[in-house]
């Protein structure tokens, strides 16, 4: 059995730092498992990530520790496991990991049976007893105590957790009722932070879905809670220290109320569902902030997360050397070198004597606007440049990147900013590298495919698609390849898998529906069925997305705001999207679609030659030309010449339609 052979399968750099350890890491493959059993030892799976801070530090402290790694290398088969490569594996053991310690989170640390039963999970451990927490040298001997003489009390335990996490993912039916959402909105004003933005108490992640839901909403009914709500958290999160305010691009959450102290790693897929909020957040409010933040993504794209071919890399590090944020806080004293003069009024701008610097270093955020706020951050990007920046892990996840092209394209058209050629680059990539014409990998790395694609890589692959489709006519066929697929090998009586074959080791069919923040991969599948249904008529895609929300509406009861992309998705199932069809050579008319907001609003330049079986669109096609028709909810508008007129139209035409209230 070839250890450093599976290790160099998985090819993950988190994974491959493994060979650099003390422990005698393993990749997730079948060889590390029959090792196990060969030798009867259990397994202990370390999942984490490139770009975790905790993850380094439990491999530079515990893992590097003499006792540690000794006890492991003898009496257990040590397992790495990559979560963005394996978002399965991931999830799975992070389940478990909750119904044992009610705790979740990377470093993830799972003990095993060599048949794949978990015997206790934990997260970040230290090598010996320190603030409350076990050592890893006490759990380790703890464990393999249990293991040795409990192998009874162990398979009951699994027994009943297996069955526990089946009965999660099984069929949960409740009739589709659109005012589900209003649950969720209430829950959303119990929990809303009024002095901080955001909803409840720290750690706090960007509530993605909660404030797409809430500008879905006010968009439509109007309430003001709803706006005050969703611009409170989008400004607390653009001023916030969550947001580099020098570089641009979200970290992934912030530990504190405040939104001020990070953990610094940033994620593209995190990065490309904000790049998306806050373009349409502008659009719809108006917010000059809200284009800067969005701008601000695309500035950290330009430096760090474009592929010169396409594509868009994974992540960046958190840590430079060792150090959490090293990249990005200050010392006083640094500030004072890079800014010279301006540091009195950059003390005001960031409040710097207003707030507690962790270990005497601080991370920006914006307290209050002065008129020299542009040359102070263009100083301190300057100064920042001879800084080494943080590691980035530039394999293309099909999906991620997807997500960051449909992003862009959404921010060229509602916002005027983003690159939307290298977008469209993006996805050529995707469908040429990743894509074989029946299955998605799940990305590129090292200048070929790896691993198998998961749901949220062909939910947003087809999505983008649809995206691209309305900028440049193309792409649509791709994007129906795409959703039929995931149509074909993901969907059954549960719902959508997250995976088309569950791993041999753990096999419970699991049925993605919470928010992670991101959204959920049911939520992207449906809403990609339901917005392709209504720009092909493809009825396939509409019965797929019934069958889902069928099958998970009980799930959506029980979770509340915390499925709220899934809220959306059934708002888009139940209430046909608005669509905007334009007919004809009409450049003008496409632009003037295209910029004008509406939420799941979805542009079909029809010119393309796509033979469309919905007869409404043929009569169309028979029409007066160049012309575009407003459709929502059953109806069509009369013909639109005028690109002037037709913003105005999209954003009005049966508006009053889609009130819930």
């Known amino acids: 059995m070839d250890r450093e052979a599976c290790l160099r399968r998985s090819t993950s750099p988190f994974v491959l730092d493994g060979l650099r350890s003390k422990v005698q890491w393993w990749a997730w493959c079948e060889e590390a498992f029959q090792k196990a059993r060969a030798e009867d030892k259990p397994i202990l799976v370390d999942v984490g990530a490139v770009w975790c801070h905790w993850c380094h530090v439990m491999d530079e402290t515990t893992y590097d520790d003499d006792e540690v790694a000794d006890i492991i290398n003898k009496h257990f088969v040590p397992i790495k496991v990559d979560r963005d490569e394996r978002p399965d594996v991931d999830r799975r053991l992070q389940e478990y990991a909750v119904l044992i310690s009610g705790q979740a989170g990377w470093p993830l640390t799972v003990f095993m049976t060599p048949e794949g039963e978990v015997i206790w999970a934990a997260t970040y451990l230290p090598p010996r007893d320190y603030g409350g927490l076990p050592g890893m040298a006490k759990v380790l001997r703890a464990v393999l105590e249990a293991y040795r003489a409990k192998r009874g009390d162990i398979k009951k335990m699994a ?91 979200f970290f992934r959450y912030s530990t504190d109320r405040l939104w001020l102290i990070p953990h610094y790693e940033k994620l593209l897929i995190d990065n490309a569902e904000l790049l998306s909020l806050y373009a349409r957040a502008y659009a719809h409010f108006g917010d000059q902030l809200y284009r800067k933040t969005a701008a601000g993504i695309i500035k950290w794209l330009d430096e760090f997360m474009r592929d010169p071919s396409g594509g868009y890399y994974a992540s960046q590090d958190a840590d430079v050397d060792g150090e959490e944020g090293a990249y990005y806080r200050w010392t006083e004293d640094e500030l004072k070198e890079a800014l010279g003069d301006l540091f009195p009024k950059a003390a005001e701008m960031f409040g710097l004597y207003e707030f507690k610097w962790p ?49 862009e394209l959404e921010a060229s058209r509602l916002a005027g900013i983003g690159d939307k050629e290298f977008a469209l680059k993006t996805l050529d990539k995707i469908r040429r590298e990743a894509w074989d014409g029946s299955r998605l990998a799940r990305g590129l790395r090292g200048g070929g495919p790896v691993g198998e694609g998961v749901l949220e890589d062909y939910a947003y692959c087809a999505l983008a698609a649809l995206e691209a489709y309305s900028h440049t006519g193309r792409y649509l066929d791709w994007g129906v390849e795409v959703a039929g697929a995931m149509v074909d090998r993901f969907l059954d009586q549960g719902g959508f898998r997250d995976v088309e074959r569950p791993d041999p080791v753990l096999k419970t069919p699991h049925y993605p529906v919470a928010d992670t923040p991101n959204y959920s991969g049911n939520a992207l599948a449906i809403l990609a069925c339901d917005l392709l249904h209504y720009a092909t008529g493809i009825r396939k895609f509409r019965d797929a997305a019934e069958r889902a929300l069928k099958a998970l509406a009980g799930k959506l009861a029980r979770l509340g705001p915390s499925a709220a992309g899934l809220a959306i998705a059934l708002d888009a199932h139940l209430a046909e999207p608005p669509r905007t069809v334009v007919v004809g050579s009409a450049e003008e008319l496409l ?47 009369m013909p639109i010449s005028d690109p002037g007129r037709l913003g105005e139209a999209v954003r009005r035409f049966r508006r009053e339609a889609y009130r819930l209230e």
């Open 159 to 249: 027994e009943d957790l297996s069955k526990e996490i089946a009965a999660w993912h099984s069929p949960s039916e409740a009739e589709l009722d659109r005012s589900v959402q209003l649950d969720i909105l209430a829950s959303l004003a119990a929990s809303f932070d009024e002095e901080y933005g955001g909803f409840g108490t720290a750690p706090k992640f960007p509530p993605i879905t909660q404030l797409d839901l809430l500008l879905l909403r006010h968009f439509y009914d109007g309430k003001s809670v709803y706006g005050k709500m969703a611009q409170a958290t989008l400004r607390a999160m653009a001023r916030g220290g969550v947001y580099d305010q020098v570089g641009g691009g």
């Open 359 to 407: 270990e005497g270093r601080a991370t920006l955020s914006i307290v209050r606007i002065v008129p020299e706020a542009d040359l102070i951050l263009e100083r301190l990007a300057e100064a920042r440049k001879a800084r080494k920046p943080p590691r980035v892990d530039t394999t293309i996840y099909a999906g991620w990147s997807c997500a960051m092209a449909k992003a």
């Open 591 to 637: 632009r003037a679609a295209l910029a004008a907001y509406r939420p799941l609003h979805v542009v079909m330049p029809v010119a393309s030659g796509w033979d469309y079986p919905e007869p409404s669109i043929k009569a169309m096609l028979a029409g007066p030309k160049p012309a575009a028709y407003v459709c929502a909810w059953g109806a069509c508008s």
